[in-house]
């Protein structure tokens, strides 16, 4: 889409596009703050933001109220309690361009009426995760929260006390009594690469890149889950404080660091426009080698007080702008999709391209996600195709150029059969409501050899069977032989014993450690049992919670029978379980419901010896309790409270609502406990709370 120039369009014209841009990047900005998945590149938001605002410098008087240029994010999602900043959280000014930076730099000089000599700035890379405020009392967090719509935000308290590198308490001295320190939670590639690899053996969503990973992981209800992600932290600025404690932003970067924080490495002091630019040069040289996604630089005026004069308009501040990467982009062809079937049968297209070098890499494969995707864009064998790294990751096709089609090509048919021999049919997915979405699965389950293959490499994976020694390859030649049908032949694989050894490659070593492998995993805890099905919608962290629900096999399996049946009681005490709704229960009676799955698991039982499950206690005086901790905590950390409390049979949550049955509550301790009291519940110190579960 070519738009109109701004200065041709009239009055009307500007009024409905202001209208329609409000709409879509209100739409954008939900899906990016709120639903962490967002459906356009920042390429592409940027380019929508810039042309609202050029609109609204044309005709200033159409500015809208609800104008996206006067706001920041989006407004919070309903599941955290608001927690108002103490200063509000901004945003920066973007700068596309040496010109931009040059106009930036002679701003801030025009208005402290500063004549020849060079302003300092700091250049710090910009981290692209998502902000957080982390409030400190006498040194102690006692809160912290997401940007939100950048005056109230959520409290994650909980989930950012899970962070390493978030200090519970500041170290050294001198940090004011009270202060919001405020910066970035990310994720780092390698990090990203391993959560989506567990969530895609798990059959469970993927995220496309490390940002909305790194938001996705810190807004979650269960601070547990967030445990599990190694979500990292850069202090870069503070909101509120009660007293000051640096002269220059450098100065306040070096005393966050004392105070135990990691600040951005590379960022660095410069002087004048030259030392900006030269800053912006360095940073584009050193991104693919940082691990982690940036994607530009900030300048900020080094000294604070003039940082002060400089202030701020509407949503950003005159003293710093962030100097933006253009989107890596580059053009290629595309050559072929190829159809990828998944553990749970869904097919994804791959785009193989004609190798090209997209910021440094080479990029040979792209994902178009589902048939949707290939419809909206309408891309086409081929088509010369633009590719972009998103969030520097994952290469995706963000447009065709028609102007370049070859005659021939013609629309892509997504194949209504599944690519394997047995060509079962491909059924359009739909939720539990009956409406359909974008996912297409081959309905052959597990009679599909590609499914299969998945499923045993789910089986044999790392948090599953953990079977040294049997990889896609062996997984694969084993399967031709006839050998692997399903999980259970593994264990039987040492009938072949003298077959193997016949076979090129196998020397007597690798049979026999692969067979000791195999015969170390014969016993297995109950949760990896679990895990190890492969089960839709049962990751390792459900599988876990059934486990221990469930205690032993027997349980498990038997339960998982009448869920099949829908016997209402097995579906309630599977329901009650901790984080166990709909999509699981749907899931396991479908899978317990089909005879070659009853089947698979019985022979798979007779092969193991599975342990049980540690089941929490009953009999304490806080069992089956719902209990939140809040403030700071002096005898033990949370970490151990909350050990403390399942071990004794509570369910530990993060946030107090009528479900909560008790609240800890520790020095510092804010809107959590006023919701208690408004709710009329039980609250009790920490010496209170240990001398209950003494007995
Ligand atoms: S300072 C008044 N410093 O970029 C705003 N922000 O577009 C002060 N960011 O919301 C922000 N690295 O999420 C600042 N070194 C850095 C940053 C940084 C990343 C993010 C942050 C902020 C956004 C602004």
Redesign the pocket.
Known sequence: MTAKPVDQLTEAEAVEELTKLADEITAHDIRYYQEDQPSVSDADYDALKQRNTAIEQAFPHLVRENSPSLRVGAARSEQFAPVEHGVP????DNAFSDEDAAEFDARVKRFLRLDSDPVAYTA?P??DG??ASLRYENGLLVRGAT?GDGRVGEDVTENLRTLSEIPKRLKGAGWPEVIEVRG?VYLGHAEFAALNAAAEAAGQRTYANPRNAAAGSLRQIDPKITAQRPLRFFA??WGLLSGPFAETQWEALQKLKAWGFQT?PQSQRVEGLEGLLAAYREAEAVRPHLGFDIDGV?YKVDRLDWQSRLGFVSR??RW?I?RKFPAQQARTVLEAIDIQVGRTGALTPVARLTPVTVGGVVVTNATLHNADEIARLDVRIGDTVILQRAGDVIPQIVSVIEAERPAEAHPYDFPHECPCPLTTPVVRETTATGAETVVRRCSGEFACPFQKLAHLRHFVSRKAFDIEGLGEKQLTAFSERGWLTAPADIFCLHEHRDELLTTERYGETSVSNLLANIETRRTIALDRFIYGLGIRHIGETTATVMARGYGTAEAFLAAMDKVADRDPEAIDELDAMDQIGSAVIEAAAAYFAEDHNRKLVQDLREQLTILDAEKPKTDTAVAGKTVVFTGALEKMTRDEAKAQAERLGAKVSGSVSKKTDIVVAGPGAGSKLKTAAELGIQVLTEDEWLALVAG
Request: glycine share 6%; no cysteine; charged share 20%.
């Open positions: 959280m901004l945003s920066l710090e910009k981290i998502l902000s940007r970035e870069y600025a951005t900030v950003a501040p710093g962030a």
